[in-house]
C-alpha cells in the first residue's frame, strides 16, 4: 500500500486568507483524490487530480475556491483560498491504484478557519 | 445517485460482546465496497474490500460480508483497541468513491 504524507496536519487561519496543503506519496500513481470531512459527516469527495490534466471537480466544488496541481504523479497541493469559517473541516488526500481497488489516505489536514 | 446509509450511528459495547454493523447500499452497479477504520484526529485505514454477493473476509477480530443490498462488519469478541469509527464506502460505475456517515464504536474494558 501506499505511503501518503500530508503537510500541515493542522492550521488555525483567519477568514480571507488561503491555505496550500500539500500530499506526498511514496509511490508513482495516477489518480490522487482530494476530499472534504466536515465534523461529524463523512467524505465528500471535492476533486480529481489526474498528472498532466485539469483537476475534475465535483458538483459543488469550484476551481477558484479550491485550485489543485499536479505537478508530476508523486505530489499534489489543494489550496483553500480565501477561507470562511465554513471551510473549517478536515481535507485529505488520497490515491488508488486501480479503477477498482482500494484507496489510501493520508492523515489528513485539520483546518479551522476563525 | 449513489446512497450508503450506515447504522447504528455509535455503538457502545463491553469488552468481549460481539456485535455487527450495518451498511445499506443504493448504487448503479457496484465495482467495489469498501470498509475503513478511522481513529480520532487520522485518516482512513484501509480494512477490506467485497466484490461479489456473498463475499466474506476476515482480519483479526473483524469479519465483512456482502449481500446484494448491504454490507456487515462483525466483530467478535471486540477489545477496547477496536474502538473507531467504521466506514463503509461503494464505488459505482463511474468508479467514484461514496462514504457513509459511519458508526463510532466504542469498547469498554
Known amino acids: 500500500s501506499a505511503v501518503i504524507s500530508q503537510k500541515p496536519s493542522r492550521d488555525i487561519c483567519q477568514r480571507g486568507t488561503s491555505l496550500t496543503i500539500q500530499c506526498q506519496v511514496d509511490?508513482?500513481?495516477?489518480?490522487m483524490f482530494w476530499y472534504r470531512q466536515q465534523p461529524g459527516q463523512s467524505l465528500t469527495l471535492i476533486a480529481t487530480a489526474n498528472q498532466g490534466s485539469e483537476a475534475t471537480y465535483e458538483s459543488g466544488f469550484v476551481i477558484d475556491k479550491f485550485p489543485i496541481s499536479r505537478p508530476n504523479l508523486t505530489f499534489s497541493t489543494l489550496t483553500v483560498s480565501n477561507m470562511s469559517p465554513e471551510d473549517s473541516s478536515i481535507y485529505l488526500c488520497?490515491?488508488?491504484?486501480?479503477?477498482?481497488?482500494?484507496?489510501?489516505f493520508g492523515q489528513g489536514t485539520r483546518l479551522t478557519v476563525v | 445517485e449513489d446512497q450508503v446509509t450506515q447504522s447504528p450511528e455509535a455503538l457502545r459495547l463491553q469488552e468481549g460482546e460481539s456485535s455487527s454493523l450495518n451498511c445499506s447500499y443504493t448504487v448503479s452497479g457496484l465495482r467495489g465496497l469498501f470498509w475503513y477504520r478511522q481513529d480520532p484526529g487520522k485518516g482512513p485505514e484501509f480494512l477490506f474490500t467485497l466484490y461479489s454477493a456473498g463475499e466474506e473476509k476476515e482480519k483479526e477480530r473483524l469479519k465483512a460480508t456482502l449481500t446484494k443490498k448491504e454490507s456487515f462488519l462483525h466483530i467478535t469478541a471486540p477489545k477496547p483497541e477496536d474502538s473507531a469509527t467504521y466506514l463503509c464506502a461503494v464505488r459505482s460505475v463511474d468508479y467514484k468513491l461514496s462514504f457513509g456517515a459511519g458508526t463510532t464504536v466504542t469498547v469498554r474494558a
Open positions: 488520497s490515491v488508488g491504484e486501480g479503477m477498482t481497488t482500494e484507496a489510501f
Open positions: 509511490s508513482q500513481v495516477t489518480m
